[in-house]
T-cell receptor, first 113, second 116 residues
């Protein structure tokens, strides 16, 4: 079974802090993703990566950056956290097959005060 | 850009009855894939079922089936014999088949409540 692990389930940070959200997958998947989930808006893609050191912007990349130094790890960075970044953050991974689903972690609920 | 529409914010169904959750999509691509996910209150995203745009048969997985109508661009999820454990958020998603990363575009979800 694919396991995607997010380092924190709940996180509370102050406005202006630099925040790191970590994600690790154990299935040697090429593709990794960061989504944010807000009520009424569904899941929106922030960034994705299809290889080590490769990254692509998703639909809402502003205020975020990512790092993928190793295949199994994909980090989301909030350079200067703001209250409008309070949200649920979901990491996912998948193989390159067209019919392969995304496998999600359990999510990190971030609150910025 | 791809767009996924789920018009039902909330649905109720009696236990043991069948329920259909609606999903329509908008794309000019010929090759794409459609997915349904379940998100219980615990927050995990559980993959349910997949349909490829060139698949002639509707996908089925146990009590889940996907009513795929390509001309109408709809991919409704049918849950038969509803159980209390089916109460959850359900998300429809689409993937554009292309080289590179294969991200999914999600709808806004439907909250299903199963009534005993």
């Amino acid at each position: 079974d694919v396991k995607v692990t997010q380092s924190s389930r709940y996180l509370v940070k102050r406005t202006g802090e630099k925040v790191f959200l970590e994600c690790v997958q154990d299935m040697d998947h090429e593709n990794m993703f960061w989504y944010r989930q807000d009520p009424g808006l569904g899941l929106r893609l922030i960034y994705f990566s299809y290889d080590v050191k490769m990254k692509e912007k998703g639909d809402i990349p502003e205020g975020y950056s990512v790092s993928r130094e190793k295949k199994e790890r994909f980090s989301l960075i909030l350079e200067s956290a703001s209250t409008n970044q309070t949200s649920m953050y979901l990491c996912a991974s998948s193989s390159g097959a067209n019919n392969s689903p995304l496998h999600f972690g359990n999510g990190t609920r971030l609150t910025v005060t | 850009a791809q767009k996924i529409t789920q018009t039902q914010p909330g649905m109720f169904v009696q236990e043991k009855e069948a329920v259909t959750l609606d999903c329509t999509y908008d794309t000019s691509d010929q090759s794409y894939g459609l997915f349904w996910y379940k998100q219980p209150s615990s927050g995990e995203m559980i993959f349910l079922i997949y349909q490829g745009s060139y698949d002639e048969q509707n996908a089925t997985e146990g009590r889940y089936s996907l009513n795929f109508q390509k001309a109408r661009k709809s991919a409704n999820l049918v849950i038969s014999a509803s159980q209390l454990g089916d109460s959850a958020m359900y998300f429809c998603a689409m993937r554009k088949i292309q080289t590179g990363a294969n991200n999914l575009f999600f709808g806004t979800g439907t909250r299903l409540t199963v009534i005993p």
